[in-house]
């Protein structure tokens, strides 16, 4: 990745710790990892919600641990990556998935909702990263993969602040890919673009203000969703997709630093790189703008989900 020598890649039998597990895109990676022979650590915040991911491993007919982490708790981070290291003597991987979203404009997203997207979003992953990279170092092989989003690299209207930790998420995987080079290990970023998961259902995240026929930004907010929504419907890439990006991240001799997921993911990375400035931001978010004012003028879209609670 970055021209130092050292580590190795991963292989079956080691261990992964995979955060979020319990839906979604940590879901689906616990189990690729499982099929591959890794010995994975499916965490959850809370193990009542265990039996679906029990249910979906026998299903694929693989074996992998659930364990209780709320990323947000510093003792129970403790306490799960110390069971991990104890149960498997030693980590080789950690999968950085667990999240949450907040959708809305910035001036709609409410002190409370900014803070619990902080502490779970960039503290949390730090926290978890923190107490898993000791272990890696000392034996001198392992790697950190931190799963962003195509919003990492390119915003999209009305999730700014959601975005911004993932450019934090970004900024932090990057330079511990510097810091761990010396010592064998390796920190991989995976950029997914939109997939269609739970996401979009029940943890969309959205501000309870967004919801709310006052804000000003109401009638934009509403015609950007209604797009993402098309979007989401016809996009192709999956979580099996990512999943795939993950195991091949861990297992490759020498792992590039970032890896995009989706055609339409690469698109806007690749326009950001290659345009100036100037001409991407008119031709990207100008457009955007434009057609969210044209949509919202001819017909005004009404929440098509419950802001969250």
């Known amino acids: 990745m970055l021209g130092v020598a050292g580590g190795r890649p991963g292989r079956p039998g080691d261990a992964v710790l995979v955060t979020g597990s319990s839906t979604g895109l940590g879901l689906e990676t616990a189990l690729r990892l499982a099929q591959a022979g890794f010995a994975v650590f499916a965490t959850v915040r809370d ?16 074996t992998l ?26 980590i080789y991987g950690l999968v950085n998935n667990a999240g949450i979203g907040l959708r809305g404009a910035v001036e709609d997203c409410a002190p409370d909702e900014i803070q619990a997207l902080i ?33 990492g690299r390119v915003l999209g209207y009305g999730v700014t602040l959601y975005c911004a930790t993932k450019f934090a998420q970004e900024g932090i995987a990057e330079g511990l890919a510097v810091e761990l080079a010396p010592f064998g290990v390796q920190s991989v970023i995976v950029e997914p673009g939109i997939i269609k998961t739970e996401r979009w259902d029940a943890h969309r995240g959205t501000a309870r203000a967004a919801a709310e026929p006052s804000s000003p930004y109401h009638a934009l907010f509403w015609a950007s969703e209604a797009e993402a929504d098309k979007i989401v419907e016809r996009v192709k890439t999956r ?22 997921v989706g055609r339409g993911a690469k698109a806007a990375i690749t326009a950001r790189r290659v345009l100036p400035d100037r001409t991407f931001e008119r031709l990207y978010y100008g457009k955007q703008v434009q057609r969210l004012q044209q949509r919202a003028a001819q017909a005004p879209a009404t929440p098509p989900v419950e802001a969250a609670p």
């Open 65 to 90: 641990t659930v364990l209780a982490l709320d990323i947000t708790d510093p003792a129970s981070v403790e306490e799960a990556v110390a069971t991990v290291a104890d149960r498997a003597e030693g």
């Open 119 to 151: 502490e779970t979003n960039i503290l949390g992953t730090v926290a978890v990263t923190r107490a898993v990279v000791p272990h890696l170092r000392a034996a001198g092989r392992g790697r950190v993969v931190t799963i962003t989003s195509v919003g």
């Open 239 to 260: 979580p099996a997709d990512v999943a795939q990006t993950i195991h091949e991240a861990l297992t490759t001799d020498d792992p590039r630093l970032r890896y995009v």
């Open 47 to 62: 193990l009542a919600t265990q039996e679906p991911i029990l249910r979906a491993a026998a299903d694929r007919g693989v």
